[in-house]
């Protein structure tokens, strides 16, 4: 139980483009998800908190209008990359957290993640 | 200061031995604990988690926490080559609220 996929697991891109990545709860609803990106040797990096329904709430730092967040279901959220560059080049991994997935301790499961090439 | 600490390694131990891994956070009001695991260009996975002081078991994993010290740990008993990853330890004040991340200690075990 508690699977979580993301889609595409790569992508290579021009810069100016955007992408769109797809974060899926695929046995549970997912009232929260998350999404962190991580840059190489690095830890995780939270960039926002998405809940279903609900405006994400961004990191302090993190471009809310470069980075768009929608979560419009229990079961998937979204994160657009727009007009990305090569600094955005990164590996972006989403989690999510919900109902019949703990007994109330906050565990998130992760995706397996997207990496990102920014050309 | 950092939230969360940890000990970036790596820490090297032999096929078998007993591999101690430490965290420390600084928020008092953190409930829950949790470590995930990490391989080379793959996304977390989570091993454990524990909320109360003492000792919470699993398999070949150990999870201790002591909260007067603001510590927690993960002993992996007969370490094995497939252990070798790096591991986050996180916490989280519950909730709902978001975990929060320690760096990580990178886990190499030896043949």
């Known amino acids: 139980g508690a699977v979580v996929s993301q889609h595409p697991s790569r992508v290579i891109c021009k810069s100016g483009t955007s992408v769109k990545i797809e974060c899926r709860s695929l046995?549970?609803?997912?009232?929260?998800m998350f999404w962190y990106r991580q840059f190489p040797k690095q830890s995780l990096m939270l960039m926002a908190t998405?809940?279903?329904?609900?405006?994400?709430?961004?990191e302090q730092g993190v471009e809310k209008d470069k980075f768009l967040i929608n979560h419009a279901s229990l079961t998937l959220s979204t994160l657009t990359v727009t007009s990305a560059h090569p600094e955005d080049s990164s590996f972006y991994i989403c989690?999510?957290?919900?109902?019949?997935?703990?007994?109330?301790?906050?565990?998130?499961?992760f995706g397996p993640g997207t990496r990102l090439t920014v050309l | 200061q950092k939230e969360v600490e940890q000990n970036s390694g790596p820490l090297s131990v032999p096929e078998g031995a007993i591999a101690s891994l430490n965290c420390t956070y600084s928020?008092?009001?953190?409930?829950?604990f949790f470590w995930y695991r990490q391989y080379s260009g793959k996304s977390p996975e989570l091993i454990m988690f524990?909320?109360?002081?003492g000792d919470k078991e699993d398999g070949r994993f150990t999870a201790q926490l002591n909260k007067a010290s603001q510590y927690v740990s993960l002993l992996i008993r007969d370490s094995q080559p497939s252990d070798s990853a790096t591991y986050l330890c996180?916490?989280?004040?519950?909730?709902?609220?978001?975990?929060?991340f320690g760096t990580g200690t990178q886990l190499k075990v030896e043949l």
């Open positions: 989690s999510a957290r919900g109902l019949g997935t703990s007994g109330g301790y906050n565990e998130q499961f």
């Open positions: 046995d549970f609803q997912a009232t929260t």
């Open positions: 998405s809940n279903e329904g609900s405006k994400a709430t961004y």
């Open positions: 928020d008092r009001g953190s409930q829950s």
């Open positions: 524990i909320y109360s002081n």
């Open positions: 996180a916490d989280s004040r519950g909730g709902g609220n978001k975990l929060t």
